[in-house]
């Protein structure tokens, strides 16, 4: 069992690996869209006092697969070895349309895509919209 830290990826909100590898498979910690940069989210716009007017969920839903990504380069996986994700969304009636027009961008063969679950919930721990949760195989 190895764990793994992406530098490519925003750094964990609380103590854990990006990912850790069992055997064939890569489980992914949960990401959010979160700038690995500045740790910035990108589409919020807050109020005076810091709390968030408004997000938009396209600019979080590819930012949060770049990090999906780049932690999946990190562990030495590829895209096309994601086999689930689930997707948390803090508003699913208002973005879980748009979030699956993008999804549709990323993975346009359904029959190839990953296995996928989307999940409404009350909020995240940082100020994000999305977050997603990742199993992929990877070769030895």
Known sequence: MSSIHA????????HYPHA???????????????SPIDNSIPGNDYFADGRVRSH????QARAVLANVRAVLAASGARWEDLVD?????TDMTRDFKAFNAIWAEYFPDAASA?????????????????ELKCIARIED
């Open 7 to 14: 530098g490519a990826a925003p750094k964990a909100v609380g």
């Open 20 to 34: 850790r590898r069992v055997g064939g498979l890569l489980f992914l910690s949960g990401i959010g869209p979160r």
């Open 56 to 59: 938009d969920i396209e600019a």
């Open 85 to 89: 994700v689930t997707v948390f969304l």
């Open 114 to 130: 990953p296995c996928r679950t989307t999940v409404g919930i009350a909020a995240l721990p940082t100020p994000i919209a999305i």
